[in-house]
């Protein structure tokens, strides 16, 4: 039968061009924020993370902008290589939320040639 | 190279065995955390613990379910009795608290029959 799963969102862009992921967090005491990337069989990776007191960070290749005002999260990468295939996970910490880490659904991001 | 540690990679098991998953953190953190990861549900956290104490396994059905810190060098996630809905990849990962950035092991991918 039919395979019933998550439906993550996808995005699709050509070798070269930049990507530009999207999260929205729900939680104003949000004070810290990471991107995580989760290859096909590999665990989620660490690839930038930024704090409340900032609204922009870069790191070789990728930038995350922080909007406290509309709590939106973006990931840019530049340039996007084959090697950038993969589901992209934003997660925050909720201050409130026994203090932890929360993950959100994440995007898939696919790369065409 | 310091990495989260995961044994074994891969186990199949019949419904109703014993299941016993492992972790090694990377040294000198003291928070290590187990998360479940399927299609349906995405990554979902089971359980997490600091300085080997639990903090929260609320994510964990506790019936079958126990995860432990034996030493600061090991975690374990059992579950007794395995059913076939516990089939999904599960992973460990380590930071310095709660708060801070998450490093994923590799993974146990589960498969119950």
């Known amino acids: 039968g039919e395979s019933v799963g998550l439906h993550l969102p996808t995005l699709s862009v050509q070798e070269g061009d930049n990507s530009i992921i999207n999260c929205a967090y729900s939680?104003?005491?949000?004070?810290?924020f990471i991107w995580y990337k989760q290859e096909s069989g590999k665990g989620p990776q660490f690839i930038i993370d930024?704090?409340?007191?900032?609204d922009k960070r870069q790191g070789q290749r990728v930038t995350v902008l922080l909007n406290k005002t509309v709590k939106h999260l973006s990931l840019q990468i530049a340039a996007t290589q084959p090697g950038d295939s993969a589901v992209y996970f934003c997660?925050?910490?909720?201050?409130?939320?026994?203090?932890?880490?929360?993950f959100g659904k994440g995007t898939r991001l696919h790369i065409l040639p | 190279d310091a990495r989260v540690t995961q044994t074994p990679r891969h186990k199949v098991t019949e419904m109703g065995q014993e299941v016993t998953m492992r972790c090694q953190p990377i040294?000198?953190?003291?928070?290590v955390f187990w998360y479940r990861q399927t299609m349906m549900q995405g990554l979902e956290l089971l359980a997490y613990?600091?300085?080997?104490?639990?903090?929260?396994d609320s994510g964990m059905p506790k019936d079958r379910f126990s995860a432990e810190m034996p030493d600061a060098t090991l975690a374990t996630l059992k579950i007794q009795p395995s059913e076939p809905r516990d089939s999904a990849v599960y992973f460990c990962?380590?930071?310095?608290?709660?708060?801070?950035?998450?490093?994923f092991g590799p993974g146990t991918r589960l498969l119950v029959l």
């Open positions: 990962a380590s930071g310095l608290s709660p708060r801070e950035t998450q490093y």
């Open positions: 939680n104003s005491a949000s004070d810290y």
């Open positions: 930024i704090r409340s007191n900032m």
């Open positions: 997660a925050e910490n909720r201050p409130n939320r026994d203090d932890k880490i929360i």
């Open positions: 040294l000198g953190h003291n928070t």
């Open positions: 613990f600091r300085n080997r104490a639990p903090l929260d």
